[in-house]
C-alpha cells in the first residue's frame, strides 16, 4: 500500500507547504506577486465580461433617455460647480483662521479612483484587489472610501495591482469618533462572518451617550485614517464586561458587498 | 488539464459575486478537483495540483503563501490510496466524497491559520458559510467528473474498432 513514490509525492507537498509558510514576510508578498502575475491575462477578460452588460444595455437605450440623462447631468454639474466655489471661499477662510492661530494647514486629499477586480476567494477575510499599484504611487496603509464612506486601507502593493483590507476583518481596526454630545471614541473592529454592512465599534466609554442614528466617522487618530471621514451609523449599544466599556453596532455607510470602484485618498493628513 | 481547471477554478472564485452575494459563502471548486484527480489521475497529479491549487489560491486570498497545500493533500492523498476500494463511477460516491473534502479543507485551513497566529473572521455566522461550501462542494464534484468525461470524450483518443466481417471469412452461399 505504502510505496516509496507515496512517500516522495507526500513529502514533496509537506516540504513545499514548510518552506514557504515558514518564509519572511517580504518573500512571501513578492512570492505571490510573481504568482499572481499568470492571473494577469485572465484580468482583462473578467473585465470584458464584466463591462459586457453594460455595453449591451447601452446601446439599445433609446435616445431620448439618453439625452434625459446627459441634462440631469449637465444640471447636477452646475449645482457642484457653485457648491465647489462655495468651498473654495470656506477654505480659504478656514486656511487664514488656521494661519490666524497658528494652526498647521490643511492641503486637500489628492484621490485616485480605482476598479475593483477581484474579492478573496477566501470566506474568513475581507479584503479586494483593486487595479492601482506602486507605479501608480500607492504605497501601504493607504485610506480607501467611495462618495458613501470609508472602505478600508492598502494592505499590500504590487506593480499593477494592490490589496485592499475592508472594514469588518479583524487585521483593519479603526480609531472612530461618534458625532454626539460626548464626541466619544472607540475602535472599529470586526464585523460578522456573513452580514459585511454591520461592524462592532468597541472600547467606548462606560458612560456613553449613543442612540440609534448617530453618525460614527474617522477620529484621526491613530495615524492612518485622516479625520471626519463618514463610517457608518450606530444601529444599537450595550454594556460589556460588567459595565467596563461599551459596545456598539455600526452600519457602514458604504456597500463592501457591491464595491465596483474605489477612491484611494494619496495624501492623508493629521492633525 | 486538472491543473488548467484548477487555475481557471481559482480565478472564477475570486471574480464571480455568485454564490457569495446570494448565500453568503463563496464555494471553493478545488477540493472536487482534489476528489476527480485522486480517483482518476496519477499521484503526482494529485500532488502538483495540491501544492498548485493551494498556491494560486492562497495568491488571489490573504492567505499565507502555502497554507491551502497540506489540507488538500490531506483529502487527495487517502483518496488516492484507497481509490480501489471506492465506487467512483456512482453520482452518490462522489457527492459524499465532494462534500466530505469541501468541509474537511476549509475546516483545516482555518484550523492552520488558527495555530499560525492569524485571525480570520469567524463566528457562528462561519457554521452556514461551512454548510454552504460543503453543500456546493458535494453538488460541484458529479459536475467535475462530468466535464472531464466530456472533455475525455470530445478531445481524447478514441481506439478504432475493428468490425467482424471480414472477407476471408464471408460465408458464400450457392445454389447446389
Redesign the interface.
Known amino acids: ?1 505504502f510505496k516509496r ?2 512517500y516522495l ?2 513529502g ?3 516540504f ?6 515558514s ?1 519572511p514576510t517580504s518573500a ?1 508578498s513578492r ?2 506577486l510573481a ?2 502575475s ?2 494577469l491575462p ?1 484580468f482583462g477578460l ?1 473585465t470584458a465580461t464584466q463591462q459586457l452588460p453594460t455595453d449591451l444595455a447601452g446601446s439599445v437605450l433609446p435616445r431620448r433617455e439618453l439625452l434625459r440623462q446627459i441634462d440631469n447631468l449637465r444640471r447636477e454639474n452646475q449645482q457642484l460647480k457653485i457648491q465647489q466655489s462655495q468651498s473654495i471661499a470656506i477654505a480659504r477662510e478656514n486656511d487664514y483662521l488656521r494661519s490666524h492661530f497658528g494652526w498647521p494647514q490643511q492641503t486637500a486629499w489628492q484621490l485616485k479612483l480605482a476598479n475593483v ?11 479586494v ?1 483593486i487595479d492601482l499599484g506602486s507605479r501608480d504611487g500607492l504605497r501601504e496603509n493607504l485610506p480607501v472610501m467611495t462618495t458613501d464612506g470609508l472602505v478600508g486601507r492598502v ?1 499590500s502593493v504590487g506593480l499593477t495591482r494592490s ?1 485592499v ?1 475592508l472594514l ?4 483593519c481596526r479603526v480609531s472612530a469618533r461618534v458625532e454626539n454630545p460626548g464626541n466619544d471614541i472607540g475602535v472599529l473592529s ?6 459585511n454592512s454591520l461592524v462592532e465599534l468597541t472600547y467606548l466609554a462606560s458612560g456613553a451617550n449613543l442612540k440609534p442614528g448617530q453618525n460614527v466617522v474617522t477620529s484621526g487618530q491613530g495615524g492612518i485614517f485622516p479625520k471626519g471621514i463618514r463610517i457608518g451609523q450606530i444601529v444599537d449599544a450595550q454594556p460589556v464586561e460588567f459595565g467596563l466599556y461599551t459596545e456598539a453596532r455600526v452600519k457602514l455607510s458604504a456597500n463592501l ?2 464595491l465596483e470602484q474605489v477612491w484611494v485618498v494619496m495624501n492623508p493628513q493629521f492633525p | 488539464m486538472v491543473l488548467a481547471t484548477a ?2 477554478a ?2 472564477a ?3 464571480l ?1 455568485v454564490p ?2 446570494l448565500l ?3 464555494v ?1 471548486l478545488l477540493p472536487a478537483l482534489m476528489i476527480y484527480a485522486a480517483l482518476n489521475t496519477s ?2 497529479t ?2 502538483l495540483l ?2 498548485f491549487g ?14 491551502s ?2 489540507p488538500l ?1 490531506t483529502v487527495g ?1 487517502p483518496v488516492f ?1 484507497q481509490r480501489e476500494f471506492i465506487l467512483r463511477d456512482l453520482s452518490f460516491a462522489q457527492v459524499i466524497l465532494g462534500a466530505a473534502a469541501s468541509a474537511l479543507v ?1 475546516a483545516l ?2 484550523l492552520l ?1 488558527l495555530t ?1 497566529g492569524k ?8 457554521l ?2 461551512w454548510i454552504v ?1 460543503a453543500a456546493g462542494g458535494a453538488l460541484a464534484t458529479p459536475l467535475v467528473f462530468g466535464f472531464f468525461d466530456w472533455c475525455d470524450n470530445a478531445l481524447g483518443y478514441k481506439p478504432r474498432v475493428e468490425p467482424s466481417f471480414r472477407l476471408d471469412r464471408e460465408i458464400r452461399r450457392k445454389k447446389k
Not at chain 1, 469588518?168 to 487585521?171: A, E, L, M
Not at chain 2, 485571525?119 to 462561519?126: A, D, K, N
Open positions: 500500500m513514490n507515496n509525492a507526500l514533496a507537498a509537506v513545499v507547504a514548510v518552506v514557504l509558510l518564509l512571501t512570492l505571490k504568482f499572481g499568470l492571473f485572465l473578467a477586480v477581484l474579492r478573496d476567494p477566501a470566506n474568513w477575510w475581507r479584503t484587489q494592505a490589496q483590507i469588518g476583518d479583524r487585521n470586526a464585523g460578522g462572518p456573513l452580514d458587498g457591491n | 487555475f481557471l481559482v480565478f472564485e475570486a471574480v459575486p457569495r452575494s453568503g459563502a463563496q471553493d499521484l503526482a494529485v500532488t495540491a501544492i493551494g498556491i494560486w489560491f492562497d495568491t488571489l486570498s490573504a492567505n499565507p503563501l502555502g497554507v497545500i497540506l493533500m492523498y490510496l476549509p485551513t482555518v491559520l499560525g485571525m480570520p473572521l469567524i463566528g457562528w455566522g462561519s452556514w458559510q461550501m
